[in-house]
């Protein structure tokens, strides 16, 4: 708790503490998006025919696709030709092992707070780092291995497993889905690959951390995450960004594929530059995560998102197989200008599925952070339960907070409850505390966790505690 | 200990303390009385550093120090604490987390290092069974869903780990049945020692049954009219407010 505390004020004079940038050259694409700029990306990662082709036709729908503008979002339009699609930290081509990873991306991920050093990880958590376009370093890799589980960057798996990216990519989120899908097909130039064999439960977390560091570039990276059937895995992802002046683009696509009777449990803390105090630059975050499950399968989205100046964002579950289980639980935190539009799909296709949402939004500055969930039941999906609630706690009274449920039941077995509150952190909670010996900022943070526990209760341990930590500093001076 | 000399205090423009004046000592039980109105959690409302109101005039002095130019939370660190009229919920935060980190807010202030978690649990559990309570109060949401008498049982809970110099009890009594009464009275008696005080804040006489007071204050319109002896609650009690009230008239039309 101390601990938690004195960090706090560590950072009231660095309200951002990821904004630095690193000092490496790359190699970047020129500026805009054309069909030469695809080819350019395709042929940077030497990649196969069918997947240059793949990204071609994703171009063209793109081409033909609008811009979403139904969320409560306001930005100014964006200009995709002043966008680099590709840029990669130059250094050695190939990399045999993790020691001849270029010094000063190494220190990066120290700052960061990540290990690329496996011998010195305490923590059974495997990373594959991915700064830029580039995925940099993958680590525990031979430990996975003799379990079968396959876990790399996107770009080697193309390569290497040529059969299951044919077999899945584009198979949960095609090209077709949304504008931002569509780019990201075209455009995408690394992620991670997850890939586990029937029957084995991955002995540790896995997990991929995304930094944006050169200037003007947009991040459009693809997960992909297939268990076969029986089998378990536990993801993380986390990202950050250096300050800038403008505004970044990231649009990523992430796809779960969970077998019969196999279980993905993916967490994301998400904290991309959210803009200054007056709203200028951050990230505008339009990433679309949808799983799909297989009888008996269950995927839990968990996620903290306190970051970027604009989030849309709905981590979706398509219950397809009977008995089926979809989770989404999350915690959106706006603060200052930050606009935040994001909540889930639940599509209940296969009988006895259940759906759980829990949605916590906490608002505070000028911030707007809306709660935007569907809940579809079709005719077929006979029992199908679904629980949702949606909290939101305002700071302050010039914020918004917004809820917007749809629900669709096409079958009469069917239960599906739904419960909305919204309150306000009170003088009268604040003074209770400062007569207990806390200052403002300590009463405010046990609040914030307080509200927010049913969600962090969710998180792996070792995240909960820096997701804890995360949202205190995110809503830092805007109380008293 | 403490020493309030011409205190005058409001809220939103309107006054409400006229001029308190009120000493006490290390080791002494005082309460203050007074019908509806008068002032009384106002008073402990401006003690404990609440800022809706406004002090206008006087001064109040705390163990050799201004209280009044202290933020609340120092006042704490200070030693002073409130056992509130109407406890606040807090939803998701438990009582054991709230109060470790009150312990150790009010350790930090005093310079003392964190107590670690064995401590802390040793010391919780003392306290508990002190006020008679369930430990499965403690994993409970900060006093969501407690009835009425478990909010108050767990103020002075907080009051046996935090250890302050000077407890001020607004209306600690009300909405409490005779055996809740007891209970809380008892906790305070034994949390009493010769260095540290009770303000307590009350309407009625019965509570003064268990903590039985040096001092008895009658607080009327935003000013300390009567002060006595354990005797003058005793006689508060059997002819109501209504005597203070024709007393006060009456020194009106003499003057």
């Known amino acids: 708790m101390d601990e938690k505390f004195s960090s706090i004020e560590q950072t009231v004079l660095s309200d951002y503490k990821y904004g630095f940038v690193t000092d490496i050259e790359s190699d970047e694409a020129p500026k805009g998006l054309d069909e030469s700029t695809v080819r350019f990306i395709s042929a940077k990662k030497n990649e196969p025919d069918w997947m240059l082709q793949w990204r071609l036709k994703a171009f063209q729908q793109w081409l033909k696709m609008k811009e979403p503008d139904w969320a409560n979002i306001t930005y100014p339009a964006i200009n995709y030709q002043d966008i680099i699609y590709y840029s990669a930290p130059k250094q050695k081509v190939t990399i045999s092992s993790l020691d001849e990873i270029d010094p000063e991306l190494r220190r990066t991920f120290e700052k960061l707070g990540i290990s690329l050093n496996e011998q010195k990880r305490l923590s059974g958590v495997a990373i594959d780092a991915v700064i830029d376009s580039v995925s940099i370093a993958t680590t525990f890799k031979t430990q996975l291995a003799e379990q079968g589980i396959i876990f790399c960057s996107m770009s080697e798996a193309i390569r290497e497993h040529p059969a299951l990216i044919q077999k899945y990519l584009g198979s949960v989120v095609p090209a077709t889905d949304n504008y931002f899908a569509a780019l990201n097909a075209a455009v995408f130039s690394d992620g991670s690959f997850c890939y586990i064999p029937e029957g084995v439960r991955c002995p540790m977390e896995l997990s991929t951390y995304f930094r944006i560091n050169a200037e003007n570039t947009g991040q459009f990276e693809r997960t992909l995450i297939v268990a076969e059937p029986g089998s378990y895995v536990s993801y993380l992802e986390g990202c950050t960004a250096p300050m800038r002046d403008e505004n970044q683009l990231h649009a990523a696509v992430v796809e779960l594929i969970a077998q019969d009777h196999a279980e993905i449990k993916y967490s994301t803390v998400q904290n991309w530059y959210p803009g200054d105090k007056e709203g200028k630059g951050g990230i505008y975050n339009f990433v679309t995560k949808r799983g799909i499950c297989q009888a008996h399968a269950k995927i839990s989205w968990t996620q903290v998102e306190t970051g970027s100046?604009?989030?849309?964002?709905?981590?979706?579950?398509?219950?397809?197989g009977d008995y089926s289980i979809g989770e989404f639980y999350s915690i959106a935190v706006t603060n200052n200008r930050q606009q935040a539009d994001t909540g889930?799909?639940?599509?209940?296709?296969?009988?006895?599925?259940?759906?759980?949402?829990?949605?916590?939004?906490?608002?505070?500055?000028?911030?707007?952070?809306?709660?935007?969930?569907?809940?579809?039941?079709?005719?077929?999906?006979?029992?199908?339960?679904?629980?949702?609630?949606?909290?939101?706690?305002?700071?302050?009274?010039?914020?918004?907070?917004?809820?917007?449920?749809?629900?669709?039941?096409?079958?009469?077995?069917?239960?599906?409850?739904?419960?909305?509150?919204?309150?306000?952190?009170?003088?009268?909670?604040?003074?209770?505390?400062?007569?207990?010996?806390?200052d403002t900022e300590t009463a405010v943070a046990l609040i914030i966790n307080g509200f927010a526990k049913e969600v962090m209760n969710q998180l792996p341990m070792e995240f909960a505690i820096e997701a804890q930590k995360l949202l205190a500093i995110s809503l830092e001076g805007s109380v008293g | 200990m403490l020493r309030i000399q011409n205190l005058q205090a409001g809220i939103e423009g309107r006054e409400i303390l006229k001029g308190i004046n009120l000493d006490i000592k290390p080791g002494e039980v005082h309460a203050i009385m007074g019908p509806n109105g008068s002032g009384k959690s106002t008073l402990a409302s401006v003690l404990a550093g609440r800022q809706d109101y406004i002090v206008t005039g006087g001064s109040v002095e705390f163990l050799g120090k201004d209280l009044l130019d202290l933020s609340p939370e120092d006042r704490a660190g200070e030693g002073l604490f409130l056992g509130f009229q109407y406890p606040v919920e807090i939803p998701g935060l438990s009582t054991t987390n709230f109060m470790k980190t009150a312990v150790n807010e009010i350790r930090k202030y005093r310079g003392q290092e964190a107590l670690d978690a064995v401590a802390f649990l040793k010391m919780m559990k003392e306290k508990m069974a002190l006020m008679e309570m369930e430990q499965t109060m403690l994993s409970r949401s900060l006093n969501e869903g407690f009835s009425g008498g478990e909010k108050k049982r767990n103020e002075i809970f907080q009051m046996a780990m935090l250890q302050p110099k000077l407890a001020i009890l607004d209306e600690t009594d009300s909405g409490l049945d005779i055996d809740a009464i007891r209970i809380v009275a008892n906790g305070v008696n034994k949390l009493r020692n010769k260095d540290n005080a009770v303000l307590a804040i009350t309407h009625y006489q019965r509570l003064l049954d268990y903590l039985v007071p040096d001092f008895v204050h009658v607080l009327y319109n935003g000013r300390i009219v009567k002060s006595g002896s354990k005797e003058l609650a005793l006689e508060l009690e059997e002819k109501g407010y209504d005597f203070i009230r024709n007393e006060m008239h009456q020194e009106e039309e003499v003057s």
Not at chain 1, 310 to 317: A, D, G
Not at chain 1, 347 to 367: C, D, E, P, Y
Not at chain 1, 390 to 418: M, Q, R, W
Request: aromatic share 8%.
């Open chain 1, 309 to 320: 100046s604009i989030t849309w964002k709905y981590p979706s579950v398509i219950l397809k």
């Open chain 1, 344 to 438: 889930t799909k639940m599509q209940h296709l296969g009988k006895n599925t259940r759906s759980r949402i829990v949605s916590k939004g906490i608002s505070a500055g000028f911030s707007n952070n809306s709660y935007r969930g569907l809940v579809h039941v079709s005719r077929k999906a006979h029992n199908a339960r679904n629980f949702s609630q949606c909290d939101s706690l305002l700071l302050g009274d010039k914020c918004g907070a917004h809820t917007f449920p749809y629900i669709e039941v096409k079958n009469n077995t069917s239960v599906v409850e739904h419960e909305a509150t919204t309150s306000k952190v009170g003088e009268d909670q604040i003074f209770y505390c400062n007569q207990r010996g806390m």
